[in-house]
């Protein structure tokens, strides 16, 4: 079982910045891929970011904006966001999954809101 916790949402201007935090917790050692996506109200839940053995991939809403990085000592991920747009307001939620000799399971946070408004 592995147990993901995200932090560091809240509300920021337009052009702003914030760090999301994902701890892990558990059987870490069964982790390969680790990601954040989001999702604004009516909206399906779409990818922001995964890192997985240092190959990062990011959604092209958020290139050049948006960085994630990964903590292996602290089984933390984090993702940078900066130049923050009205339209990244969305629950951000982290996720991790398990190699297949694991079971290749996915494990959710319970998200952490990020608001951009003036």
């Known amino acids: 079982q592995v147990q993901v916790v995200e932090s560091g949402g809240g509300l920021v201007q337009p052009g702003g910045s914030l760090r999301l935090s994902c701890a892990a917790s558990g059987s870490t050692f069964t982790i390969n891929t680790m990601g954040w996506y989001r999702q604004a109200p009516g909206n399906q839940r779409e990818l922001v970011a995964t890192?997985?053995?240092?190959?990062?991939n990011y959604a092209d809403s958020v290139k050049g904006r948006f960085t994630i990085s990964r903590d292996n000592a602290k089984d933390t991920v984090y993702l940078q966001m900066n130049s923050l747009k009205p339209e990244d307001t969305a629950v951000y939620y982290c996720?991790?999954?398990?190699?297949?000799?694991?079971?290749?399971?996915?494990?959710w946070g319970q998200g952490t809101q990020v608001t951009v408004s003036l």
């Open positions: 996720n991790a999954n398990t190699t297949p000799f694991y079971g290749g399971r996915t494990y």
């Open positions: 890192i997985a053995s240092g190959r990062t």
